[in-house]
Structures are given as structure tokens and as C-alpha cells.
């Protein structure tokens, strides 16, 4: 059974950053993709960012809203990938999900707060 835990969420003021965390409990190249998605209150999930898991070459997409100030990457030795968020607007606030795409399954983190406000 794969296990997505994410770490790293908090509190911080507009304009901070933080590094968000997910350790898989298995080999990461047993994904063919990797994301973080986000959920705020009354919203839908969203796509924040996604990186494709390949020996050599690797993809990265973001969303627009975040883009030039996250980027997603990944540890193979430490089967975690992260997402660094810098500038962050209170927009940002949200619960952010681990995602790991294997084929036609999708397993997902219990998600970690993170909260933007003065």
C-alpha cells in the first residue's frame, strides 16, 4: 500500500516562504508522476504543480497563479519530493495534497495546512 506524508505547512506572512514536504513509502520511480494540489475553503482542488518521474529526462508544469514563485523537485535517494513556495499571497492559503500518479491509480497525502496572513 503506498503512503503519501506530507510535513511542512505553518503559518506565515504574506511575502514568506516555505518548503513543503512528501516522503513516499516506496520507490518514487514506481510513479510515473508526482504533484501538489491544493484545496481552499469553499473551492475546488487544484493543480498547483506536477513533475514527471523519468530516469533522465523530467517535466515540470505549474499552474499559473504560481508560477516564477514555486518550484516543485524531488530527492530519489529520499523517495520525497517538495514543493519551495516563495512570495506567497494570502490566495495561497489552502490545504495542500501530495498526489502520486502509477498508471491508473492515483494515491494521495493526508494534506498539510498552509496558512498566508499578517
Known amino acids: 500500500q503506498v503512503q503519501l506524508v506530507e510535513s511542512g505547512g505553518g503559518l506565515v506572512q504574506p511575502g514568506g516562504s516555505l518548503t513543503l514536504s512528501c516522503a513516499a513509502s516506496?520507490?518514487?520511480?514506481?510513479?510515473?508522476?508526482m504533484g501538489w494540489y491544493r484545496q481552499a475553503p469553499g473551492k475546488q482542488r487544484e493543480l498547483v504543480a506536477r513533475i514527471t518521474i523519468g530516469l533522465r529526462v523530467n517535466y515540470a508544469n505549474y499552474a499559473d497563479s504560481v508560477k516564477g514563485r514555486f518550484t516543485i523537485s524531488r530527492d530519489n535517494a529520499k523517495n520525497t519530493m517538495y514543493l519551495q513556495m516563495n512570495g506567497l499571497k494570502p490566495e495561497d492559503t489552502a490545504v495542500y495534497y501530495c498526489?502520486?500518479?502509477?498508471?491508473?491509480?492515483?494515491?494521495w497525502g493526508q494534506g498539510t495546512q498552509v496558512t498566508v496572513s499578517s
Open positions: 516506496g520507490s518514487i520511480f514506481s510513479f510515473n508522476a
Open positions: 498526489n502520486a500518479e502509477a498508471g491508473y491509480s492515483y494515491y
